[in-house]
């Protein structure tokens, strides 16, 4: 049950968090979700032995989660689900790559050591950059965002009435959960005996919400989609914010920044 | 079975985007989102049902440990493949940007791993298949079960073929598949039973929730066996049970003889003679014999015949019918 109260909490928490008046919330929805997308892109075209340009990425983290004022304390906790098959994948590469890359001090750093690291930092990296534009834009502007790339309507529709309707199922579940585990102390789960009527139960449940759902919505109006608006637009401005950084990221791919500084120092 | 983006390459995720755009296309094509305004409010609901029932933890008995609900064949048996589709693209969107669960660029890649095996294999091959003629729970119980393991062994094994095609592990193909296959082939067993309860309990409630439930009423008979019916009763009737038909004289021939003695009336005239001709001429089987023949034979290939061209007549007549009233709306329209 935790793990349901857990994830209410983290909906409205983002909630808050994308609400809050900055300026960097008020960006068009459209920007950071380029922004967002190309950093990732970029990311993982780096090679897995590029550990030093990889690294630099988290430069713009660093920015943008100072300005945004995110805790990465938080953002850390969102790390857990997708970390476990990114070492899955990369736990055996020190085993079969013993490729020597370099020694410090008599320690010697094998091909796979370093693609190990890199893997899970592209990994750290990109579940931040998901999460800056989570925390920061709302899954209504998102759908806005969606919108103007002529995403059809009635499928952003439904995707706000998942969002929507996730708190409320997911109050009615934890109220299940919580009636059986007070009914069945110590249990761990519930029994399968009762799996379909549980889970059964649930779903009929939606299923007579979603007719009273539609008959509420055709009451007020609704001939199958949403209309999405922004309260505020800084189209300039957003504008401004992707070309900056999207042409950061260009140039930062296309030159070693990493080793023209090593060179200069005459390292 | 969600991947990160450091799982895959650009150019990986770049195709995986566009094949999941393509059947993301094929199903709003297929489903008419923009007509039918009904679906959208459940299939939002449907959403949010798969991803509050995938927070409850079920326990699996004799492990300690606990498993959840298959989305894609779930979704597939209640709002059929398309929608289904398209609602787990909704969760996995969601699920996305809400809780970061699976990458952003490996988005296209989770929606075909996850979303396109449960729904198009699970729910269009798998279910239609077992559900084409009947439902009943043993069919529910093979059907989601075979959904379940199946497209997870699909989708596992799509990980494997993306993560290698990006060159992100080290690991040889038979390790790796080897690792990925018997975990999911376990999960999908455990996701396959819980779906079974779970589709059972509505087949027991509220069949006709159900994906390609027909509802079927004691003695009613489909149209074709109708038609068959009748046909096979035509054969009968004409050709066997006409041998047995009296040779007496029906009502009016009976009135007529005891009238005017005779049982038909003798007509003379210009007009009555090329009437009769034309009357010997297309009677391909008059008194319903053979011509020149009084074989019992002729009685029953007439009756046949009979109910052959009657039906055809009908048949033409019917087509005739709606043929002008399709006319007619088309003028209106």
């Known amino acids: 049950m935790n793990k349901i109260r857990n994830a209410i909490y983290e909906i409205h928490h983002m909630d808050d968090m994308a609400t809050k008046d900055q300026w960097v919330r008020h960006l068009h929805p459209l920007a950071k979700l380029f922004v967002t997308f190309f950093y990732i ?31 990465l304390k938080r953002a850390a906790r969102q790390m857990r689900i997708i970390l476990l098959l990114t070492i899955m994948v990369g736990i055996a590469n020190p085993f079969l790559d013993h490729q020597v890359v370099t020694k410090i001090g008599g320690f010697v750093i094998t091909g796979g050591m370093v693609s190990m690291i890199t893997l899970m930092l592209k990994g750290i990296y990109a579940v931040l950059a998901s999460y800056f534009l989570i925390v920061t834009t709302s899954i209504e502007q998102i759908c806005y965002g969606l919108q103007c790339l002529h995403l059809p309507k009635p499928f952003l529709t439904m995707i706000l009435l998942i969002y929507r309707y996730m708190i409320v199922l997911l109050k009615e579940a934890e109220r299940i959960s919580l009636s059986y585990e007070m009914r069945a102390p110590g249990q761990k789960g519930i029994h399968w005996k009762v799996w379909g009527s549980l889970a059964g139960q649930l779903l009929l449940r939606s299923i007579d919400r979603a007719q009273v759902v539609y008959e509420s919505m055709l009451l007020r109006g609704y001939d199958g989609t949403f209309q999405l608006r922004m309260k505020k637009k800084k189209t300039s401005t957003s504008v401004l914010y992707a070309l900056i950084w999207i042409l950061i990221f260009f140039f930062y791919r296309r030159i070693p920044v990493f080793w023209l500084i090593g060179q200069m120092m005459g390292v | 079975m969600h991947m ?19 059947a993301m296309t094929y199903s709003m094509k297929k489903v ?32 300690g440990s606990s498993g959840h609900l298959c989305g894609g064949m779930m979704l597939s048996a209640i709002l059929g493949p398309f929608a289904g589709f398209l609602t787990m693209i909704g969760v996995l969107l969601v699920q996305c940007l809400l809780f970061a669960d699976g990458g952003l660029l490996a988005l296209g890649a989770n929606i075909w791993n996850m979303a396109f095996y449960g729904c198009f294999i699970g729910g269009m091959v798998i279910w239609r298949f077992m559900m084409k003629r009947s439902m009943s729970k043993k069919k529910i119980a093979i059907a989601s079960i075979l959904g379940c393991v199946l497209t997870l062994q699909l989708g596992a094994f799509s990980v494997t073929l993306e993560t290698l095609a990006s060159k992100i592990t080290e690991l040889p193909f038979a390790v790796f598949v080897g690792t990925m296959q018997p975990i999911h082939l376990a999960i999908g067993l455990v996701e396959g039973l819980i779906t079974t309860a779970v589709l059972c309990f509505i087949y027991d409630a509220r069949p006709e929730l ?32 006409s041998l047995a038909a009296s040779s007496n004289p029906d009502g009016l021939e009976w009135s007529m003889k005891k009238v005017s003695g005779s049982t038909e009336l003798a007509s003379s005239g210009i007009f009555y003679q090329i009437a009769h001709k034309i009357q010997a001429f297309t009677a391909i089987l008059p008194d319903y014999s053979f011509k020149g023949s009084e074989a019992a034979a002729g009685t029953s290939f007439s009756g046949i015949i009979g109910g052959v061209i009657v039906a055809v007549v009908c048949l033409a007549v019917c087509f005739l019918i709606r043929f002008f009233k399709k006319g007619k709306v088309k003028n209106c329209e």
């Open chain 1, 41 to 71: 892109f970029t990311l993982v075209s780096f090679s897995k032995y590029d550990f030093g340009g990889v690294l630099g990425m988290g430069i713009y983290l660093l920015i943008m989660f100072c300005v945004a004022d995110i805790s």
């Open chain 2, 4 to 22: 990160a983006d450091a799982l895959v390459s650009p150019a990986v995720a770049g195709t995986m985007y566009v094949c999941s755009a393509a």
């Open chain 2, 32 to 63: 008419h989102l923009e007509v039918d305004t009904k679906k959208v409010p459940v299939m939002g609901v449907m959403g949010a049902f798969v991803f509050a029932a995938q927070m409850i933890n079920f326990s699996i008995p004799g492990t």
């Open chain 2, 210 to 241: 159900l994906w390609m439930y027909e509802e079927k009423e004691d003695g009613k008979l489909s149209y074709k066996g109708t038609v068959g019916v009748l046909a096979g009763a035509a054969v009968v009737i004409g050709g066997l049970f």
